[in-house]
T-cell receptor
Framework: GQNIDQPTEMTATEGAIVQINCTYQ??????LFWYQQHAGEAPTFLSY????GLEEKGRFSSFLSRSKGYSYLLLKELQMKDSASYLC????????????FGRGTSLIVHP | DGGITQSPKYLFRKEGQNVTLSCEQN?????MYWYRQDPGQGLRLIYY???????QKGDIAEGYSVSREKKESFPLTVTSAQKNPTAFYLC????????????FGDGTRLSIL
């Protein structure tokens, strides 16, 4: 089976840095995705990690440790528009490559 | 512009009624997926299709049915057997490659009258 854990909710201040963690236990590993989802809207792709280390993309970075079953999404210079749910999704083994999603972390950015 | 379109945005179902949610994509993706999202829950997979005329059950397929007669289209029917259908339904498509993300539609919110 697959098990993915994320904190339910986080709050942060505009301009600050926030780290959203994701831990997973899966049958095999074929990559980890982070998506952003504003309320009532479609999830949009943020990042993909398959090798250990940090991937940086503008204000957003994502880190992966396969040995620890751990990833985090780092958001810098927070803006009000970053208030959203952040979904961690892991692809396990198997030919279908269908990811399993965590419950998402609701991030609230306040002035 | 390429994309994935879901309709309607809002849908209401009466007791005992079947309703169909539309999902169309022009991204030329082979794979398509249906997810259900409840408050405080992650996305749960209902059905998926990796090729035309073939589809597989996901984790919560009971009370739902799908078809994949065309590459571009993957409609989902919520049948009267689904006793708790109120949720946000998301359709997604993808190339099926392990390193490629899924692309999502804007969702359909289904409620019971």
């Amino acid at each position: 089976g697959q098990n993915i854990d994320q904190p339910t909710e986080m709050t942060a201040t505009e301009g600050a840095i926030v780290q959203i963690n994701c831990t997973y236990q899966t049958s095999g590993f074929n990559g980890l995705f982070w998506y952003q989802q504003h309320a009532g809207e479609a999830p949009t792709f943020l990042s993909y990690n398959v090798l250990d280390g940090l991937e940086e993309k503008g204000r957003f970075s994502s880190f992966l440790s396969r040995s620890k079953g751990y990833s985090y999404l780092l958001l810098k210079e927070l803006q009000m528009k970053d208030s959203a749910s952040y979904l961690c999704a892991v692809r396990g083994s198997g030919g279908s490559y269908i990811p399993t999603f965590g419950r998402g972390t609701s991030l609230i950015v306040h002035p | 512009d390429g994309g994935i379109t879901q309709s309607p945005k809002y849908l209401f179902r009466k007791e005992g009624q079947n309703v169909t949610l539309s999902c169309e994509q022009n991204l030329n993706h082979d794979a398509m997926y249906w997810y259900r999202q409840d408050p405080g829950q992650g996305l749960r997979l209902i059905y998926y299709s990796q090729i035309v005329n073939d589809f597989q059950k996901g984790d919560i397929a009971e009370g739902y049915s799908v078809s994949r007669e065309k590459k571009e289209s993957f409609p989902l029917t919520v049948t009267s057997a689904q006793k708790n259908p109120t949720a946000f339904y998301l359709c997604a498509s993808g190339t099926g490659d392990s390193n490629q993300p899924q692309h999502f539609g804007d969702g359909t919110r289904l409620s019971i009258l």
